[in-house]
T-cell receptor
Framework: GDSVTQMEGPVTLSEEAFLTINCTYT??????LFWYVQYPGEGLQLLLK?????DKGSNKGFEATYRKETTSFHLEKGSVQVSDSAVYFC?????????FGKGTRLSVIA | DAGVIQSPRHEVTEMGQEVTLRCKPI?????LFWYRQTMMRGLELLIY????????DSGMPEDRFSAKMPNASFSTLKIQPSEPRDSAVYFC????????????FGPGTRLTVL
């Protein structure tokens, strides 16, 4: 069945550092890909998405490109802030509900 | 626009008691999902509905769990009797359809069973 594998955390970075969180997937067909973010004590918020190969999703300085050839959807940000500290979930959706990765906890220190 | 609404936000109960969690999806969304989040198991899909009809309940852990969607604007997840291992955060989400549409999540209900 469909699955998502993302790098395990926690990831600790200094403010203004470059962020990459790796995500790869296994799916039949052509799923939509998502990154969700969960801030402490809150629910999941959609961060960005891409619906077809080579699409780039972007929001709040975060970007991810749908790479069909490598079945990847890595999350990047050029300069992280303390306010980016959260848990990030990669997810895919084919013709079934979302399938999530296990989440990567990011801590950004000043 | 109002997002997905869940109530209560926090629930503390004793083992053996009945617990009912409530969800109001985004207006116009036809699909509704219930998830459970724990440290050990991460995010698990429990059940989802399309047009108020349960489509897949294979994630419901036991017969103690039941979910209903009596109309397009309301769903409940009930645990009877509750057990300490049911302690988790329960999320409701909705989407326009069951295809590749974006799912929008509610703030969750944090359940503690003593």
């Amino acid at each position: 069945g469909d699955s998502v594998t993302q790098m395990e955390g926690p990831v600790t970075l200094s403010e203004e550092a470059f962020l990459t969180i790796n995500c790869t997937y296994t799916a039949t067909g052509y799923p939509s890909l998502f990154w969700y973010v969960q801030y402490p004590g809150e629910g999941l918020q959609l961060l960005l998405k891409a619906t077809k190969a080579d699409d780039k999703g972007s929001n709040k300085g975060f970007e991810a490109t749908y790479r069909k050839e490598t079945t990847s959807f890595h999350l990047e940000k050029g300069s992280v802030q303390v306010s980016d500290s959260a848990v990030y979930f990669c997810a895919l959706r084919g013709n079934t509900p979302l399938v999530f990765g296990k989440g990567t906890r990011l801590s950004v220190i000043a | 626009d109002a997002g997905v609404i869940q109530s209560p936000r926090h629930e503390v109960t004793e083992m053996g008691q009945e617990v009912t969690l409530r969800c109001k999806p985004i207006s116009g969304h036809n699909s509704l999902f219930w998830y459970r989040q724990t440290m050990m198991r991460g995010l698990e899909l429990l059940i989802y509905f399309n047009n108020n009809v349960p489509i897949d309940d294979s994630g419901m852990p036991e017969d103690r769990f039941s979910a209903k969607m009596p109309n397009a604007s309301f769903s409940t997840l009930k645990i009877q009797p509750s057990e300490p291992r049911d302690s988790a955060v329960y999320f409701c989400a909705s989407s326009v359809g069951t295809g590749k549409d974006t799912q929008y999540f509610g703030p969750g209900t944090r359940l503690t069973v003593l």
